[in-house]
């Protein structure tokens, strides 16, 4: 039985040891691969493999002496799915980890609190906990954000600094929905910016019809501005409107 064999070629300084070429390893052997560890000492010996080759980056890794790639080549090369998309390819799955963990945290917390996951109050928690964590997204960078945020939305582009409030009010609306306080303040605010929010969604996409990525989670975003900013807007515009109606008294549960 022949031994399938690749050779790798990666970083391994006294200040730096690429971690991709580590993952590029321990995919190769896992997939039965005998691997050649060709190790790059130098800023001088990278740099010059890199011409050689005429590759930007490394690791580099050939199998039956065809160069396959980088780590997610070398994904690919096996039918995985890549861990990176490549430029302008978009990703649903930063926005999936989001409303997932969100979920998880208002069935805790009913859990906890009231004895069972599957309670009315564990719904208001999962939109409470999905605007926090979204926002969380937005303020890691809010500039990044800023500047996404106004190829779309109509209120920003009329007054930029809305811009660089939309992320904290959108955190302040879900906090204090989530602790149930100051209602008369975070169910305006959400219903504000979630009707602003959807009305911009909504002209961008369906009305103009461009294609442009959503700022949802962040300014380095590669979600497709759509169907998830606007659900964003409108549990925003539903729990405004929710946790007034309950306030008023026009809603007993």
């Not at 809010?142 to 106004?150: A, D, G, I, P």
């Not at 929905?177 to 009305?199: D, E, Q, R």
């Amino acid at each position: 039985m022949t031994t399938k064999t690749a050779q790798v070629y990666r970083m391994v300084m006294e200040d730096h040891v690429c971690p991709y070429g580590i993952k590029t390893i321990d995919l190769l052997k896992r997939q039965g691969f005998k691997v050649e560890d060709n190790h790059l000492t130098t800023r001088k010996e990278t740099d010059a493999f890199k011409e050689k080759h005429s590759v930007e980056t490394t690791p580099q890794t050939f199998i039956d002496e065809k160069r396959i790639g980088g780590y997610d080549d070398v994904r690919e090369h096996f039918g995985k799915s890549r861990t990176q998309p490549k430029e302008g390819e978009t990703s649903y799955q930063p926005v999936i980890a989001i409303f997932a963990v969100a979920l998880l945290l208002a069935l805790g917390l009913s859990w906890s609190f009231l004895d069972t996951p599957f309670t009315l109050r564990a719904g208001e928690w999962f939109v409470s906990l999905s605007m926090t964590l979204l926002a969380l997204q937005k303020l890691q960078d809010v500039r990044s954000f800023s500047t996404m945020f106004l190829n779309y939305d109509l209120l920003a582009q009329r007054w930029v600094p809305y811009s660089f409030v939309y992320p904290f009010g959108e955190a302040a609306a879900g906090l204090l929905m989530t602790a149930g306080a100051l209602v008369w303040l975070s169910a305006p605010l959400a219903l504000f910016i979630g009707t602003v929010g959807a009305v911009s969604v909504f002209k961008a996409v369906y009305i103009d019809k461009r294609e442009l990525k959503c700022a949802c989670v962040g300014g380095s975003s590669n979600v497709p501005l759509g169907f998830v900013s606007l659900t964003e807007n409108l549990f925003m515009i539903g729990m405004g409107l929710w946790m007034g109606a309950k306030a008023l008294g026009w809603i007993s549960v």
